[in-house]
């Protein structure tokens, strides 16, 4: 189905920031509904979590091209096709994945980049194995997300990861600090 979002933008310190909003974002706010974003407790998620972050990647995706950007005397109108995306931790981990096969795929964002940042590997984005439909992907895709380990939840055994898939077709991975890179491939 269509999903209507909207956005938000102001510009502080030379830098454009874009916030969307949609109705399902909201209805999980602390605050607003007594949970969490992620799920009703810790290591829980949601049944809408697939949809909802698959949402805000797209939405994510539309902004450079929708937004008229009068923020700059550099600068006025939608960015256009030469941007970085900066994708942050499994949440954001579709963008690179939609970015390929729905718009440069058709010669959009041509000289778009991802770069993928993690900020907390304990939370990878794992879904059952055969959500990979639900994600509206080309099956060339499922490879980087098929993923096998111990963890019960959603499933015990194999899945889709999201990290993983963020990591593998982004242009770019970082973390959040050189140590945590350190940490990341010596442990």
Known sequence: SIEIVR?????????????????????KVWGKTGSKI???KTGQDYLDNELRFSLLCQAALEAPRVLSLNCSKYFSGPYGEDVLFIANDWHT???????K???QSRGIYVNAKVA??????????????????????PDEYRSSFDFIDGYEKPVKGRKINWMKAGILESHRVVTVSPYYAQELVSS
């Not at 956005?7 to 209805?27: A, I």
């Open 38 to 40: 992620y799920g009703p």
């Open 101 to 103: 096969s729905m718009y």
């Open 7 to 27: 956005f938000f933008h102001c510009y502080k310190r030379g830098v454009d920031r874009v916030f969307v909003d949609h109705p399902m974002f909201l209805e």
């Open 116 to 137: 993928f940042c993690i900020h907390n590997i304990a939370y990878q984005g794992r879904f059952a194995f055969s959500d990979f439909s639900l994600l509206n992907l």
């Open 93 to 99: 981990a579709l963008i690179p994945c939609y970015l």
